[in-house]
């Protein structure tokens, strides 16, 4: 038998029952679309986190007080370990080092003209935005000689700017009161400029020594910023930090290190491998409903074959051999199950669009997935249509002939 | 001319558990090119097994036949399969068409067995259908869609279209009245007439009658062989 009769063949008996067909290729294309849209939530949500922690800098180090242990859940938290301004400048004085910025933080009550508000207050230096990649929109960021002097000076967040002062106002050179201490505005965040996703948009930022002095009057620091040259020295960069805290802090043992190293390559791997299991996850418990659909195939092909007993003894009596038969059953039902897929990878794909327009979720249909989908259901298709069409194969001839 | 059909000593049991039924205890025959053989016996006589082996449907316990010359009592499956395709033609009691499927695309079902190239096989179904007296006006119509004697004719071109060596007609004028199984038996009278070679299974004198010779069996032997008016 020849592949284009096959065609044909399969074409028309599929074809002469329209109605059933449809209704069996829905599990399949409920099931396929499933899969797309959740694997594509999956994706997406990856992508997102992964943008969101690229716009933060550029391989950026982050040093935190605390063991290792408690990793970034411990950042501010200074009972086991604590952070200098001293620590600070010996990480600038490393190989591979571009810039470093200190920081200290605090919360306190902000007012302005407008309003007032409960909004995190960071120490830094005037190396900040250009390590953590925040631009400035209105006004500038504070300089060096800010900060030795202890100015009362503040840029402020977007957002928190719009709420002190009302939106789309320009507050530079107006006075704000942070905890009853008068500053002045020295610059504004822009935070679209900013990647929008690194939290520059919200907050008060002013000199180191000014918080710590004026605010929180600790001289501890929660958190050093450290940009390295590249990502190919990260790694030799983080270790060197940690010699030179361990040496500064007197510990002999790196495992009793009180301050912990977080490269952006060790959180985007952490983000990658969690959101991969997510996606495999959810993948998963849509392909439970690919399965449903799947064995409706089978079903289905099963009571096709008792139906069609006496058109399988027919088609052996003129000269169909056993694999025509089984070829043609298995080709029923894997048309069914590709036809079922492309269906299902245009609705999944259409679904995650509207997903993607309609809420903050962000769902990727990829071609790898797209290719995956119509791979799974002709996979399905043959692994649920052998069986059917072994059957119909295995028939006595002169049985499938008389029977009725 | 040399027989088409020839049959030695052919012999069928069945077993099922301990039980043995010798459906066939050596049945010897020949049947020549051009004739209208009619198959006669009693249910249970035999003659359904007999059609199975001469329509390469089974194979013998033991015995020989050989079909246009060729030994088939010994093929494999496939070639059984390639043998009903080329040298068999079946008409069945139900007809047994494709019910959703146009009469065109019936009469064609064998061709896409044997391969017959594309362009080949329109040409090929017309001449079945014309020689099997279907009109041209119902070519395009569903098998569904015919009366019972259309339906036949259907299935005869379709028994015809390979050009077979042999047309095995298993009580085809069973599911008609009796008009139209008279029509049905006079096509079968025609096709003789253009030299085609006919088997034709009955348990009715009436049907067997339009044959030049009737082969009797029963109880799994041929008794006697006559030669008909």
């Known amino acids: ?404 | 001319m040399g027989p088409i059909v020839h049959v030695r000593d052919l012999m069928k049991t069945y077993v099922s558990g301990d039980t043995e039924t010798h459906a066939l205890r050596g049945v010897s025959f020949e049947v020549r090119k051009g004739e209208f053989v009619a198959l006669m016996g009693p249910s249970g006589s035999g003659k359904s097994t007999l059609m199975n082996l001469l329509g390469l449907l089974d194979t013998p316990t033991s015995g020989s036949y050989q079909l246009g010359g060729v030994d088939v009592h010994s093929l494999g499956d496939d070639a059984l399969a390639d043998a009903r395709s080329s040298l068999i033609g079946f008409v069945f009691q139900s007809f047994n068409l494709l019910k959703r499927a146009t009469v065109m695309r019936n009469v064609m079902l064998p061709m896409i067995y044997s391969e017959v190239p594309e362009r080949e096989r329109l040409p090929r179904a017309l001449a079945a259908l014309e020689a099997a007296g279907l009109e041209p006006s119902l070519h395009a119509k569903r098998s569904n869609q015919l009366s019972g004697g259309q339906m036949q004719r259907v299935a005869i071109a379709r028994a015809l279209v390979n050009d077979p060596a042999l047309i095995l007609a298993d009580e085809p004028t069973g599911n008609l009245d009796t008009a139209t199984g008279e029509f049905i038996l006079k096509t079968f009278e025609n096709l003789r007439d253009q030299g085609r070679t006919i088997v034709l299974i009955t348990h009715e004198a009436d049907v067997a009658r339009h044959a030049d010779r009737t082969l009797h069996i029963r109880d799994g032997l041929m008794y006697e062989e006559s030669d008909a008016a």
Do not use: C
């Open chain 1, 1 to 404: 038998m020849r592949v284009r009769d096959l065609v044909s063949e399969t074409v028309v008996s599929l074809t002469a029952n329209k109605g059933r067909s449809a209704l069996t290729i829905l599990g399949i294309v409920v099931g396929i679309a499933a899969v797309i849209v959740m694997v594509a939530l999956g994706q997406g949500t990856q992508t997102s986190i992964t943008s969101t922690i690229e716009s933060i800098g550029s391989n950026l180090v982050m040093v935190t007080p605390g063991a290792p242990s408690r990793g970034m859940m411990s950042a501010g938290a200074t009972d086991d370990g604590e952070l200098t301004l001293g620590d600070a400048r010996a990480i600038a004085a490393l190989d591979g080092v571009v810039a470093v910025a200190p920081q200290a933080s605090s919360s306190a009550v902000v007012s302005g003209l407008n309003d007032a508000t409960m909004a995190s207050i960071t120490g830094t230096s005037e190396a900040y935005p250009k390590i953590r990649n925040v631009k400035v929109g209105q006004g500038l960021w504070f300089t060096r000689s800010h900060d030795s002097a202890a100015s009362k000076v503040a840029v402020l967040g977007a957002d928190t700017s719009d709420t002190l002062f009302g939106a789309g106002s320009n507050p530079v050179g107006q006075r704000i009161r942070i905890d009853g201490v008068s500053f002045t505005v020295l610059g504004v965040t822009d935070a679209a400029a900013s990647g929008g996703m690194n939290g520059a948009d919200v907050g008060v930022y002013v000199p180191l020594s000014t918080l710590q002095r004026y605010l929180s009057g600790q001289d501890t620091l929660s958190l050093i910023h450290v940009e390295a040259q590249s990502q190919e020295v990260m790694d030799k960069v983080s270790a060197s930090i940690d010699q030179a805290l361990l040496a500064r802090h007197a510990i002999a043992d790196s495992a009793d290190a009180d301050f912990s190293i977080v490269t952006q390559k060790d959180l985007l791997s952490t983000v990658s491998t969690v959101t991969t299991l997510m996606t495999v996850f959810l993948g998963a418990v849509a392909g439970i409903s690919l399965l449903v659909g799947g064995i409706g195939i089978m079903n289905m092909m099963l009571t096709t074959v008792t139906e069609r007993i006496q058109e399988i003894g027919l088609r052996r009596a003129v000269g169909a051999k056993r694999r025509d038969i089984s070829s043609q059953f298995l080709s029923e039902a894997v048309a069914l199950t590709v036809l079922g897929g492309i269906i299902g990878l245009a609705l999944g794909w259409g679904v995650s669009a509207v997903v993607t327009a309609l809420s903050t979720l962000t769902a990727e249909v990829s071609w790898e997935t797209a290719l995956l989908a119509v791979a799974v259901s002709t996979g399905i298709g043959i692994l649920f249509g052998y069986y059917p069409a072994r059957s119909a194969a295995r028939l006595d001839a002169i049985e499938a002939l008389r029977y009725q």
